[in-house]
């Protein structure tokens, strides 16, 4: 059976995001994209993955994530191990009913948005804040100092 050319366009966006995640986020330390490895059959076939951005200071990392037509209370996000990851799922549902022209409609609607990240050893878990605001999540991820030996140069005899 021949793909689509929708299924065509899907595979290019994600080759295409894969390409970019691997071109801006290949070091380790730095925060990484892509679908967490136990959610990846739900996220390709159920969630769209939301357009983000993510800068990086020296005090912080910030993700934005545009999650049009959510609520904040439609929001879940939630840090497990070294993994940050954000869910958003609303359902509509829809009665109307006339007894004079005799019909009855009953629609049904879901959407919903899903990405997760790797996070860097760096960052402070529990001071993570979370704002919901015109259709955009802002997270700021602080970080903190890790304790750890120091860098020692060893001669190569």
């Known amino acids: 059976m021949k793909d689509s050319l929708w299924d065509d366009m899907k595979r290019m966006r994600e080759e295409m995001d894969s390409l970019f995640d691997n071109f801006f986020y290949s070091e380790p330390q730095l925060l990484l994209g892509g679908p967490s490895k136990g959610n990846s ?20 990392y910030k993700i934005s994530l545009e999650i049009p037509g959510s609520k904040k209370e439609d929001i879940k996000v939630n840090i497990t191990d070294n993994n940050l990851e954000i869910k958003a799922e609303h359902k509509k549902e829809e009665k109307k009913e006339d007894k004079e022209k005799g019909y009855y409609s009953y629609s049904k609607s879901y959407a919903g948005y899903y990405r997760s990240f790797a996070l860097p050893r760096n960052i402070d878990a529990n001071k993570i804040s979370a704002e919901y605001k015109d259709g955009v999540l802002h997270l700021s991820i ?11 140069l ?3 005899k």
């Open 41 to 60: 059959i739900i996220t390709k076939e159920r969630y769209r993955a939301p357009v983000f951005d993510i800068s990086e200071t020296d005090k912080d």
């Open 142 to 152: 602080p970080k903190k100092e890790i304790a750890g030996t120091p860098q020692k």
């Open 154 to 156: 060893i001669e190569v």
